[in-house]
């Protein structure tokens, strides 16, 4: 059945290919969106070309600390907020650690404000692996004491007790969605694959933090997408946390193998020292999903990687 749903970050890389498959898939979509600069906004605004021209889509672009503007600019029922936009990026938040709380923290409890306003019971986040920290692999949700290391991770987990409060004092369903490093079309340009891409196709010089020995448990796009839908349906309970992730760390080092095997390319690799604040692994126990959302993520590492440089080459032409 078609579904009214309003996309925070909609423009950004796994929120377009989200309005995508939704306007695909005949729902209705309302994104809002800043085309903050974290990066190039005409990046933003170019994910956005197919999307709108669809009569079912609609824009609102504001900065979600906006909320007053925004509210004046919805009209009708909903049935989900899928909340992506937030200031993304573990290495930035570092050293940019406010604007992190002002999008990522002040922004979300807006955003649940808005929902409890306009009567919006289903409230899907966008949280992260990077809230695992350090926590001994693989994670699972049922971990308690989370010690996030980096500014950006501790926006989302408090952004998690927020919702959870809510889902207590309101008639609101909060699932918290934690993304394991998204990969895919349209995919950020501060994230490592780009930078491979680009060192392969443009010549750029790829700095590789550390020795290259930390795993990431790097998930398709499309597979994130799946959960998001599966979480737009899921009401047994008024908070819940998910981990969607393919279940499966892949060291750095293969990664670069894979980019160069399946290009025949070179990478021009500098080796720096390693960042505090990054974990040497993410992996996900992705049970949970399995079990009660009946996720199975379908797109393997060489596969997902083969769908990317194709759409990174098309872009190049
Ligand atoms: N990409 C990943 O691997 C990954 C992993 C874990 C979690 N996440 C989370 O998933 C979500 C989407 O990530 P992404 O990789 O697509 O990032 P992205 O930066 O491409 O998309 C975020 C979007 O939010 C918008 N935005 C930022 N601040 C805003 C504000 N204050 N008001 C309105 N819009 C604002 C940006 O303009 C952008 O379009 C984020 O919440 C991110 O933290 C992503």
Redesign the pocket.
Known sequence: MSKRIIV??G?????SNLCDYLLKNKHEVVC?????D?YEPSI?RNNLTKALTSSNFSLIES???EIGFISDHLHGNFDAIIH?????GVRYSLKHPVGYQE?NVV?TKNILDLAVKKNIKQFVF?S??SIYGNTPAPFKETFQDLKPISPYAQTKLFSEKTGKEFSEKYELNFVSLR?F??YGPRL?QDLVMNKIAASIYKNERLKIFGDGSTSRDYTYVDDIISGIMKAIDYKESKFETFNLGNGNPIKLTEILSIFEEETKGKINIEFVDSIKGESDITWADNNKAKTILGLNPKTDIRNGIKNYLEWYKNKLK
């Open positions: 925070t970050g423009a950004g890389f796994i929120g809002i969106d800043s085309f903050d974290y933003k900065d979600i600390k992506l936009a937030a200031k993304a999008s922004g966008a992260s692996s993304f490093s998204v950020r």
